[in-house]
């Protein structure tokens, strides 16, 4: 029927979106399958911000043939169309689901792909840990398989994290193992890639003139194979030109990008929003190098409002960045501080040595694990060899005199050590997955230490010195000056609450048993909701457990008071030296749970990521009307024996 269908179509022209749609109810399973596949496919390259309801048919249809290889492969498409929409969480919920049911049914060429997807997904996010970990899970994935495009992504991923991070000698390396593998295998587009990256790369050094032929080299790569890239080169060009003080020169290659990317309608809706927030701003900056604050103002905007379509976080940073200068300049001071204040909570945190540090750090780790696979992988050939040889000349021997069982004796031998081999290396394959996940989880909770730091001395003390001075002036001159102090001082409370929502004084100074009694407390101060809090043990856990621990219950305490409509809240903490129980109730209305594996929030999302990821157990036990109970098991020196 499909056939029918594909050649009806390849007499009158390409299927179109509703003709697909309508040939679903006369197709068999597995061509519908198919047939999701390609309208997924179209609609991600459309010109319209695609419909999550596509992915949600394609997907209710999987399930219910119960297709885990055809899950993870519209999971990935869930992922693009959320990236696509600057929906982040959700885009990483379906990437993940995705990659374990890719994993699970060893589809790596998918797996591979999904893998590259959330590491584009994190990038754009500005988190590079995160991102540098599904790089290289990506490039592990690609060492299975022959070579495909995907590899080359997947350098250029790696090239770009650097140049995010601002480490030129990196970058330049890796963007010349893409430019090495794309020549050998005379693959222009990435040829063109490469070039643009490292011109990139010349304009943190700083060194212009190699940044402008570098990236001119790319520009007439793209130009001559219609390149869509040809665009973004455009504007990098202009970037350059901006940077050495060349006004003119900037604004003619940025205002060429600008006007192209307006005027083309053939590109993915995504790819068009992207070049026009990057060109706005640049042209934002340009005018406001200018003087010209009004048209400089004009152009930030629209920039801001394009990021703000797709989630462009780099360019919003930019716009509240130059926005902020303008206002300061002609004297607006109260929107000045606005844009600062959504500038500062934009602000990349990646640039600093400690960051680059780990970075570097998880790529040493990566090459590392690559050769001792490689040799684990080598030996394990050579011993099954020897086996073999061992096999032959037993058999010859055994011929003549007890065949039989010499025979039967050689393959169980050899069935063992094939079998212990691969238990081995399965072993050796779960201890490293575990311990990178543990460097991840560690890596987010050192940064959250690191800016609540930095908010309680930095930005609390600029606010106390900010409200001494202001406090000194004459109330009675200026009657502003008393409500200029209480706004301040209700800055000053938003800073603490916010530095000990990222790293609470209780879990650092006192522990974990402390922590958890100070949520439940400050839950029974609030007077609408009764807390009761029991604790029969002393949990004693490694310190990136404990923190694990504690964001998973203040996420469940959240979550009661937010949604539950509770009176009453109660936890318990009991346990023996091999495992600490927790045990949250209330009294609320309840919900469905089946809601929760399947829910697109990043709450629950967390919750059971981060309990699997601590080798623990959870059960939630809910229903309308009947309240709320959830139970979490972790092990204690089961984990920290296996990840330390």
Same mark, same amino acid.
């Given at each position: 029927?499909?056939?029918?269908?594909?050649?009806?179509?390849?007499?009158?022209?390409?299927?179109?979106?509703?003709?697909?749609?309508?040939?679903?109810?006369?197709?068999n399973d597995s061509e519908k399958l198919q047939i999701h596949k390609s309208i997924l496919r179209m609609v991600i390259h459309g010109t319209e911000p695609p419909d999550p309801a596509y992915y949600y048919r394609a997907m209710d249809e999987a399930i219910r043939q119960q297709n885990i290889n055809y899950q993870g492969i519209f999971g990935m498409y869930g992922a693009l169309f959320y990236k696509m929409l600057g929906k982040y969480d959700s885009a990483v919920y379906c990437g993940r689901r995705s990659l374990t049911d890719l994993l699970h049914e060893n589809n790596l060429v998918w797996a591979s792909g999904v893998s590259h997807t959330l590491a584009q997904t994190f990038i754009d996010q500005m988190l590079f840990d995160s991102a540098i970990y599904y790089t290289l899970k990506c490039l592990q994935l690609h060492d299975l398989q022959e070579l495909n495009p995907g590899r080359y992504q997947a350098l250029e991923t790696m090239a770009r994290i650097y140049e995010e991070i601002e480490d030129p000698n990196q970058a330049i390396i890796w963007n010349r193992k893409l430019y090495r593998?794309?020549?050998?295998?005379?693959?222009?587009?990435?040829?063109?890639?490469?070039?643009? &990256? $490292? !011109? =990139?790369?010349?304009?943190?050094?700083?060194?212009? %003139? *190699? #940044?402008?032929? +570098?990236? /001119?080299?790319?520009?007439?790569?793209?130009?001559?194979?219609?390149?869509?890239?040809?665009?973004?080169?455009?504007? &990098? $060009? !202009? =970037?350059?030109?901006?940077?050495?003080?060349?006004? %003119? *020169? #900037?604004?003619? +290659?940025? /205002?060429?990008?600008?006007?192209?990317?307006?005027?083309?309608?053939?590109?993915?809706?995504?790819?068009?929003?992207?070049? $026009?927030?990057?060109?706005?701003?640049?042209?934002?900056?340009?005018?406001?190098?200018?003087?010209?604050?009004?048209?400089?103002?004009?152009?930030?905007?629209?920039?801001?409002?394009?990021?703000?379509?797709?989630?462009?976080?780099?360019?919003?940073?930019?716009?509240?960045?130059?926005?902020?200068?303008?206002?300061?300049?002609?004297?607006?001071?109260?929107?000045?501080?606005?844009?600062?204040?959504?500038?500062?909570?934009?602000?990349?945190?990646?640039?600093?040595?400690?960051?680059?540090?780990?970075?570097?750090?998880?790529?040493?780790?990566?090459?590392?694990?690559?050769?001792?696979?490689?040799?684990?992988?080598?030996?394990?050939?050579?011993?099954?060899?020897?086996?073999?040889?061992?096999?032959?000349?037993?058999?010859?021997?055994?011929?003549?005199?007890?065949?039989?069982?010499?025979?039967?004796?050689?393959?169980?031998?050899?069935?063992?050590?094939?079998?212990?081999?691969?238990?081995?290396?399965?072993?050796?394959?779960?201890?490293?997955?575990?311990?990178?996940?543990?460097?991840?989880?560690?890596?987010?909770?050192?940064?959250?230490?690191?800016?609540?730091?930095?908010?309680?001395?930095?930005?609390?003390?600029?606010?106390?010195?900010?409200?001494?001075?202001?406090?000194?002036?004459?109330?009675?001159?200026?009657?502003?000056?008393?409500?200029?102090?209480?706004?301040?001082?209700?800055?000053?409370?938003?800073?603490?609450?916010?530095?000990?929502?990222?790293?609470?004084?209780?879990?650092?100074?006192?522990?974990?048993?402390?922590?958890?009694?100070?949520?439940?407390?400050?839950?029974?101060?609030?007077?609408?909701?009764?807390?009761?809090?029991?604790?029969?043990?002393?949990?004693?856990?490694?310190?990136?457990?404990?923190?694990?621990?504690?964001?998973?219950?203040?996420?469940?305490?959240?979550?009661?008071?937010?949604?539950?409509?509770?009176?009453?809240?109660?936890?318990?903490?009991?346990?023996?030296?091999?495992?600490?129980?927790?045990?949250?109730?209330?009294?609320?209305?309840?919900?469905?749970?089946?809601?929760?594996?399947?829910?697109?929030?990043?709450?629950?999302?967390?919750?059971?990521?981060?309990?699997?990821?601590?080798?623990?157990?959870?059960?939630?036990?809910?229903?309308?009307?009947?309240?709320?109970?959830?139970?979490?098991?972790?092990?204690?020196?089961?984990?920290?024996?296996?990840?330390?």
């Amino acid at each position: 029927m499909l056939l029918v269908f594909l050649i009806s179509f390849s007499l009158t022209g390409q299927p179109t979106l509703d003709s697909l749609i309508q040939s679903i109810g006369k197709a068999n399973d597995s061509e519908k399958l198919q047939i999701h596949k390609s309208i997924l496919r179209m609609v991600i390259h459309g010109t319209e911000p695609p419909d999550p309801a596509y992915y949600y048919r394609a997907m209710d249809e999987a399930i219910r043939q119960q297709n885990i290889n055809y899950q993870g492969i519209f999971g990935m498409y869930g992922a693009l169309f959320y990236k696509m929409l600057g929906k982040y969480d959700s885009a990483v919920y379906c990437g993940r689901r995705s990659l374990t049911d890719l994993l699970h049914e060893n589809n790596l060429v998918w797996a591979s792909g999904v893998s590259h997807t959330l590491a584009q997904t994190f990038i754009d996010q500005m988190l590079f840990d995160s991102a540098i970990y599904y790089t290289l899970k990506c490039l592990q994935l690609h060492d299975l398989q022959e070579l495909n495009p995907g590899r080359y992504q997947a350098l250029e991923t790696m090239a770009r994290i650097y140049e995010e991070i601002e480490d030129p000698n990196q970058a330049i390396i890796w963007n010349r193992k893409l430019y090495r593998l794309s020549v050998e295998h005379e693959n222009e587009e990435y040829q063109q890639q490469s070039l643009s &990256n $490292i !011109g =990139n790369v010349y304009d943190l050094i700083p060194n212009y %003139d *190699s #940044a402008l032929y +570098y990236k /001119k080299r790319a520009a007439a790569l793209a130009k001559k194979n219609a390149d869509e890239n040809y665009y973004m080169i455009i504007g &990098n $060009i !202009g =970037n350059t030109f901006l940077r050495t003080g060349d006004l %003119d *020169s #900037a604004e003619f +290659y940025t /205002k060429m990008l600008y006007d192209l990317t307006r005027s083309e309608h053939n590109l993915p809706f995504w790819s068009i929003s992207k070049e $026009i927030a990057r060109s706005a701003v640049n042209l934002g900056a340009i005018y406001y190098k200018r003087g010209q604050f009004g048209q400089a103002e004009e152009f930030l905007k629209e920039g801001i409002e394009r990021s703000k379509e797709i989630g462009f976080k780099e360019k919003l940073l930019e716009a509240h960045f130059w926005l902020y200068n303008i206002q300061k300049e002609v004297g607006n001071i109260r929107k000045a501080l606005d844009h600062y204040e959504m500038y500062v909570a934009l602000r990349d945190t990646a640039q600093n040595l400690e960051y680059k540090n780990e970075v570097s750090r998880l790529a040493i780790v990566y090459d590392t694990d690559k050769k001792e696979q490689q040799l684990r992988v080598l030996t394990a050939e050579k011993e099954l060899k020897e086996v073999e040889i061992a096999r032959t000349r037993l058999i010859v021997v055994g011929v003549a005199v007890f065949s039989l069982l010499i025979i039967f004796t050689i393959i169980l031998n050899n069935s063992r050590q094939r079998f212990k081999l691969k238990a081995e290396l399965a072993e050796e394959k779960e201890r490293l997955q575990k311990n990178r996940f543990k460097t991840v989880m560690d890596a987010e909770e050192k940064e959250r230490k690191r800016i609540a730091r930095e908010l309680h001395d930095g930005l609390g003390q600029l606010l106390s010195t900010a409200r001494i001075t202001i406090a000194s002036l004459d109330s009675e001159v200026n009657p502003r000056v008393e409500n200029s102090v209480k706004i301040i001082d209700m800055a000053v409370k938003e800073v603490r609450n916010i530095s000990h929502n990222m790293m609470p004084n209780a879990l650092v100074n006192v522990g974990l048993e402390a922590a958890l009694k100070d949520i439940i407390c400050k839950v029974d101060e609030s007077g609408s909701v009764s807390g009761f809090y029991q604790s029969s043990i002393s949990p004693n856990l490694e310190e990136s457990t404990a923190i694990s621990v504690y964001r998973v219950v203040q996420e469940l305490v959240n979550n009661t008071l937010k949604y539950a409509e509770a009176t009453e809240i109660k936890l318990e903490i009991s346990g023996n030296e091999e495992w600490v129980s927790l045990s949250l109730s209330d009294n609320g209305k309840g919900f469905d749970t089946s809601k929760t594996l399947y829910s697109n929030g990043i709450g629950w999302n967390n919750i059971y990521s981060r309990v699997d990821l601590l080798g623990g157990k959870i059960s939630v036990r809910s229903s309308p009307g009947q309240g709320t109970f959830v139970s979490i098991s972790i092990p204690t020196k089961k984990w920290i024996s296996e990840a330390g």
